[in-house]
C-alpha cells in the first residue's frame, strides 16, 4: 500500500511557463512534506518543505502548497528554466518519526 | 552540504556473493538511511539507524542487514546478493536535533548489478 503517490511519472513544460508537480499521500499522520530534485547520477537534495499547520510555503520560484482535506501537496515552479529538469520526489513524515516516505518521482523536462 | 560519501560507487557481482555498500558521513549526523532506487517505484527505505548500534528496518529490509559501529559509518550487506538487488543504492544522514523538519543529505549513489 503506497502512501506517497506522485501519479504523474513525467511533465514536460516551456521555458518560462509554470510547472505543477503533485502528490498525494493516505496516511493522515503525515504532518511534514519536502519537496527533493534529482539529477542524473547524482543523489537526491533538498528543495522545500512544509508543515502540515501551514497551507502555503514559497522559496523564490518555487511554492508548496498543501490541502489536508484532500492530502494533496503540489510544486510550483515559476518561471520554469531548463536547468530546473531533473527528478523531483515528494516525500511525508510523521512528527518524531525519524524517516520518511517517498514517492516514486516524477521526471521534469523543461524545454527551451 | 553535509559531507556524505558512498563506497564503491560502482559494483558488478554474481549471484551468492556477499557485498557491502559503505556510507561516511562527516557531519556527526545521528540518523543514517539506505534506500534503493528502481524504475518506477521511486526511493523504498532498506534501514535505518537512529545511533551507533541501533538500527532499525525499513519497507524493503529483507535480504539486507546493516552495522553502525560509528557514527560517521553505515555500512549495508548483501549476504548472498540476487539479480533482484541490482539497482542504485543512496545513503543518507539528518541529525536529528529536530526529527519532524530535518532534511535529509544523500550521498552521490552506488549502482549495483548482481549477475
Known amino acids: 500500500d503506497q502512501q506517497v503517490k506522485q501519479n504523474s511519472p513525467s511533465l514536460s513544460v516551456q521555458e518560462g511557463r509554470i510547472s505543477i508537480l503533485n502528490c498525494d499521500y493516505t496516511n493522515s499522520m503525515f504532518d511534514y512534506f519536502l519537496w527533493y530534485k534529482k539529477y542524473p547520477a547524482e543523489g537526491p537534495t533538498f528543495l522545500i518543505s512544509?508543515?502540515?499547520?501551514?497551507d502555503k510555503n514559497e522559496d523564490g520560484r518555487f511554492t508548496v502548497f498543501l490541502n489536508k482535506s484532500a492530502k494533496h501537496l503540489s510544486l510550483h515552479i515559476v518561471p520554469s528554466q531548463p536547468g530546473d529538469s531533473a527528478v523531483y520526489f515528494c516525500?511525508?513524515?510523521?512528527?518524531?518519526?525519524?524517516?520518511?516516505?517517498f514517492g516514486d518521482g516524477t521526471t521534469l523536462t523543461v524545454k527551451p | 552540504d553535509a559531507g556524505i560519501t558512498q563506497s564503491p560507487r560502482h559494483k558488478v557481482t554474481e549471484t551468492g556473493t556477499p557485498v557491502t555498500l559503505r556510507c561516511h558521513q562527516t557531519e556527526n549526523h545521528r540518523y543514517m538511511y539506505w534506500y534503493r532506487q528502481d524504475p518506477g517505484h521511486g526511493l523504498r527505505l532498506i534501514h535505518y539507524s537512529y545511533g551507533v548500534k541501533d538500527t532499525d528496518k525499513g519497507e524493503v529490509s529483507d535480504g539486507y542487514s546493516v552495522s553502525r559501529s560509528k557514527t560517521e559509518d553505515f555500512l549495508l550487506t548483501l549476504e548472498s546478493a540476487t539479480s533482484s538487488q541490482t539497482s542504485v543504492y543512496f545513503c543518507?544522514?539528518?541529525?536529528?536535533?529536530?526529527?519532524?523538519?530535518?532534511?535529509?543529505?544523500f550521498g552521490p549513489g552506488t549502482r549495483l548489478t548482481v549477475l
Open positions: 543518507a544522514s539528518t541529525s536529528g536535533r529536530e526529527l519532524l523538519t530535518d532534511t535529509q543529505y
Open positions: 516525500a511525508a513524515s510523521k512528527s518524531n518519526a525519524g524517516k520518511s516516505t
Open positions: 512544509i508543515s502540515s499547520i501551514k
